[in-house]
């Protein structure tokens, strides 16, 4: 290559002409024998294997469905199967079964075979209730060990657990999938309920037949709350957890917490336009105020932080409302922590989008409450990957990123006279990451 002469525009420092030049490559296929592409899973193996992830699901018994526990594969075996596919931009049976033609990612997790689509779907639907209620306990679980394991910091906001409450609507395509009903947008759906604590899906359940919107809540709270028994905790909630006896158990069970309300509004906003001036907090963004109201259906009056504004060009004022707790809170610092449930919204759409859990792949609605049930734990450990090991600068990667640049990364294994080695082919930004990883999980 030819240096630039001196003033040209490369040499007085222009950028040169960049195009897309013939590299003329030369390509060859040959089989993948001891080759993958998801090298990365390891790091997914060694932290189930750091949750006890394994124990858990040998643990229950209900988890093994088979006659002859000799023979088949063992419940840990379906279900890594499940994750790990999850984990690499799977999403579905099919996904799960194709890593069955991927040798160098069975022997580095240990695994002689992968069970196909047909088995993976027998061994959801056979779980029955029974199994179920196991994957649920071993999820739970799992989410108190990655709570205990990671820095406070990374999962407390103030010092204090997060624990909000969602209810979206699946929308599904197809009549014969066991469930789906028509909902209040029309749509053919399922429901799925989720209860978070901290970045972990602490309590979750795929519903059907339109079940009543927070029809969980309550059962999930209850079942969930050792994770915070022993720390502050504050509760988030969206408008579909506002009937009263609703608020009148989130009260007792939280000392902080603001759900938001605006189904049944009419006899908050005259409360409100009675109020005298005195009483509004002034702001140029709204003016805030504490309003006492008693909804239908509760056993007692609740304190409502309320906003006031108007329009450019409007006559009538408009309102937002929040339930809360009592306390000496201001209104307005009621509605700005309020606000930050956005934040926890946006973690379940990683849910939705990064794990691609948009589309049940069952027909039978147990089977997809336990496929659903697995995805929340392999949400679970991605999440305990993050915050326990990542460093600070990747604490705002969302699920796709680490399954983009940690997770699926080409690696070669090899025999030796020491055993089976696996070498990973690390981007340069992550080598110092992979070495303390391997110091920590897989010292030589």
Known sequence: MREPEAGSAVSSGAMANITINDSKLRVE??????????????????????????????????????????RGFSPEVMAAQIIVSLCSGGSSLADAERLGQDKGLKKALGVARFADQTQLGEWLRELGDEGLAALQEVSRKLVAGALAQCQGARVRNGGELEVFFDDTQLEVHGGKIEGAAINHKGELALGWQTLFAGPFIAEQMLTGNNTPMSEHLERFVQNAQCLWENTPAYFYADSASSEGRHLDFVKEHFKRWSISYNKWTGPLERTAGEQPEGVWQKHPEGDTAYIRHMPAGTARAHLFAARRWRKEGEMLDRYGFCACEEGARAARSVLERHAMKGEREKMFSQLLSDLDLH???????????????????????????????????????????IIRHLLTLPAKLSRHARGLVMRIYAPAGQMNWWRLWQQRHAPA
């Open 29 to 70: 296929i040959v089989p993948a024998k001891g080759h993958t592409i998801h090298g990365g899973q390891v790091a997914i193996a060694a932290m189930c294997k750091k949750l006890g992830l394994w124990h858990l699901l040998r643990s229950q018994p209900s988890l093994d469905r088979r006659r002859d526990k000799t």
């Open 359 to 401: 589309h049940p792949p069952c027909l039978q609605l147990s089977a997809n409450q336990a496929y659903y049930t697995l995805g929340s734990i392999a949400y679970n450990i991605l999440m305990a990957l993050k915050h326990i090991e990542l460093p600070d600068e990747h604490q705002n990667w969302r699920v796709r990123s």
